[in-house]
């Protein structure tokens, strides 16, 4: 992804929607999913949607729903 096309401030509004879906879905941060930003940034340039990227990559990771 070109970071040039996104700003600084952007990037982090994208980033901290991506952690918290996953949080909210799959009950795991980016961190404890080994997910990095650079993967994060690159599955929503796919999607356009911060959400829609987390639960993406989420499945592609093999990671479980959780149950609410």
């Known amino acids: ?14 980033i901290d929607e991506f952690d918290a879906t996953l949080v909210r879905l799959f009950g795991m941060n980016m961190l404890d999913a080994a997910i990095s930003r650079y993967e994060a940034l690159y599955a929503y340039q796919e999607l ?3 959400r829609k990227a987390a639960e993406l990559l989420g499945q592609r990771l093999g990671l479980k729903l959780q149950q609410t």
Do not use: A
């Open 1 to 14: 992804m070109e970071m040039n096309q996104i700003g600084k401030f952007e990037m982090r509004s994208i």
């Open 48 to 50: 356009r949607c911060p």
